[in-house]
């Protein structure tokens, strides 16, 4: 067995797994019982403390990213394709996935593996901020749901309606983000690709020199 002496950058380090984009490996930040947003230091690859939550939102699932994606032109592609538009970009982070578990997973820094089954086409001040939706492998209920559409529908709106309110200010005229797209699993799986496609013309050329 190969031993890992060093501890691997979370998104650069570790594998987006051999079987994506039918099972992907999931680096989680956050658990649905962290009342402080946390997310991973691109620099540094510790997860740091973002800013405690300002209002009542819980994040509803087990919440992190894919490594070795990036949301670039091609996922940004992809978003302008399904709204008409022309100005949507990348954000340029990894991408986002929500992982759904019957089990209680009391807290983040951990990797799993997790089977997308569809996603949210997310617009956040015209970026794409795709959040892939999947189940943990071989959660004993969750796992039986092959597509997004064999959810329930309270659960799928209860997603929705944490990442459409989490970053709104009471009394706002204008929400400062908007789901376009309730999408599939094939809808995931191409989105997937091409994140992964994006970190490899971002990254990738950097890396093979040693930058």
Known sequence: MKVQLHK???????????KAPDIVTTYIEMVPDDHVKYEIDKETGY?????PQKFSNIIPALYGFIPQTYCGEGVAELANKATNRT???GDGDPLDICVLTER???SGDIILEAIP???????DKDEADDKIIA???KDEIYSQWKDL?????SLINRLKHYFLTYKNIPGAEKAVVEIAEVYDKAKAHEVILRSID????SFRTHMDLGM
């Open 198 to 201: 994006d970190y490899n013309k």
């Open 104 to 106: 209680n997973i009391t």
């Open 117 to 123: 089954i569809g996603g949210f086409r997310m617009i």
């Open 149 to 153: 559409n064999e959810c329930p529908e």
């Open 47 to 51: 997860r740091k403390v973002d800013r």
């Open 87 to 89: 100005n949507i970009k």
């Open 8 to 18: 691997p950058h979370p998104w650069h380090g570790i594998s987006y797994g051999a």
């Open 135 to 137: 189940v943990m492998a």
